[in-house]
């Protein structure tokens, strides 16, 4: 099945998920092209694919159209994962977060249409924003606030998905959604303000855990060797989705902290800081839909997730340069 494609592109390919992506299309005995702006994402994530000879890396910027650029156009497999992903980068970065989710999306999506190519969009659990029904199915539409701090992710989001089933629905182009939710593991940044490298760092520079507001709110996190097996089971199936793709294992913000305290050893306190704006209170994937129509589920468990990630950044001298 996973023959049937030859060459896949990658947008985003450069930042954590989008690396891990082009990594394992490589192994997969895929061609890989990848494109990538270096918003967020940077080149030490890609740096070991450079050399191999399947893979080549242009830098665009996908808001701009692909028409005139150096992006290869013979694909026969989009993947669209090029956005800010962590709220403290897409609020950082909130007019680029929408125009990449509306313009950056269209251009990748005119570019499948054009090359007859599949096309797969990372999507996201924000569609759901603050659930009012738990665990989320895809069935569920959301709750979401269209003007708070978040809403230039989740609407972006939501655009580019109607803006995927249009192009479905006019030009007939092969689509699958994804919706991934919480993702962790190898190569997130440091500094990225997502919970687990935030915690994982300040555990191994003897800083104190900063949970915010109350703690109580939940996460399903899942590791990122299964979320990209997952986006690759989409890819290569004839489903449309959208289906979610997570782990169901839910646990409070408070109890992550705790455990990266015991995986770490460390012996630092947990403070508690002001909460962010519309955080969600409860997340949690329904996977029945990616079970019995891709065959997929997570297999990497928290704590074996949490061990490989820590030793990822304990590898990668976290401690020393955020120490001095
Ligand atoms: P990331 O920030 O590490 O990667 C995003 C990449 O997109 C970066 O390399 C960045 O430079 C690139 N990019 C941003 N704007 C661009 C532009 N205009 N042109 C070209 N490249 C651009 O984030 P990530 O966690 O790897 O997320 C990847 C995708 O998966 C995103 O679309 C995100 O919404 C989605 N997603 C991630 C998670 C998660 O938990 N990691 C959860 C849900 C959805
Ligand atoms: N969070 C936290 N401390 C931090 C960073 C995040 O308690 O240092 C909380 C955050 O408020 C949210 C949860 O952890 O409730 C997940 O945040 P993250 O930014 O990782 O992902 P998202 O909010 O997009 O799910």
């Given amino acids: 099945m996973a023959n049937r494609f030859e060459h896949a592109l990658v947008t985003g390919g450069a930042g954590f998920l989008g690396s891990q992506l082009c990594e394992r299309l490589l192994g997969n005995g895929h061609q890989v092209t990848c494109v990538d702006s270096f918003a967020t994402g940077t080149p030490d994530?890609?740096?070991?694919?450079?050399?191999?000879?399947?893979?080549e890396f242009v830098e665009h910027d996908v808001t701009r159209p692909v028409e005139g650029s150096a992006v290869a156009t013979d694909v026969d497999l989009v993947f669209h994962l090029a956005s800010a992903a962590s709220p403290k980068d897409y609020q950082r970065l909130p007019i680029d977060t929408l125009r990449v989710g509306a313009l950056g999306t269209e251009h990748a999506l005119r570019l499948a249409t054009n090359a007859g190519a599949r096309f797969v969009l990372t999507s996201t659990s924000e569609v759901y924003g603050d659930p009012l029904?738990?665990?989320?199915?895809?069935?569920?539409?959301?709750?979401?606030?269209?003007?708070?701090?978040?809403?230039?992710?989740?609407?972006?989001?939501r655009y580019a998905e109607a803006l995927t089933m249009a192009y479905l629905r006019e030009h007939g182009t092969d689509v699958a959604i994804a919706r991934v939710f919480n993702t962790y593991g190898p190569r997130m940044r440091a500094d990225d303000g997502r919970v687990i490298p935030a915690f994982i760092t300040q555990a191994l520079t003897g800083k104190p855990l900063t949970v915010a507001g109350t703690g109580e709110q939940t996460r399903s996190v899942c590791y990122v060797d299964d979320t990209v097996g997952g986006l690759l089971s989409l890819a290569y199936s004839s489903l449309h989705g959208p289906v979610n793709i997570g782990n169901p294992h839910e646990l409070s913000v408070r109890r992550l902290a705790e455990e990266i305290l015991s995986l770490t050893g460390a012996s630092v306190p947990i403070t508690k800081?002001?909460?962010?704006?519309?955080?969600?209170?409860?997340?949690?994937?329904?996977?029945?839909?990616?079970?019995?129509?891709?065959?997929?589920?997570?297999r990497v468990g928290l704590r074996e997730g949490l061990n490989r990630t820590i030793a990822w950044f304990a590898r990668n001298g976290v401690a020393d340069r955020f120490c001095a």
């Avoid at 994530?45 to 893979?55: D, G, S, T, V």
């Avoid at 029904?133 to 992710?153: F, K, L, T």
Wanted: charged share 25%; glycine share 6%.
């Fill in 273 to 298: 800081v002001e909460g962010a704006v519309d955080d969600p209170s409860r997340r949690c994937p329904d996977i029945t839909l990616a079970r019995a129509e891709l065959g997929w589920l997570p």
């Fill in 45 to 55: 994530n890609i740096a070991h694919l450079r050399e191999h000879p399947r893979f």
């Fill in 133 to 157: 029904q738990h665990p989320q199915r895809e069935s569920y539409w959301g709750n979401v606030n269209p003007i708070g701090p978040r809403s230039v992710y989740d609407e972006a989001k």
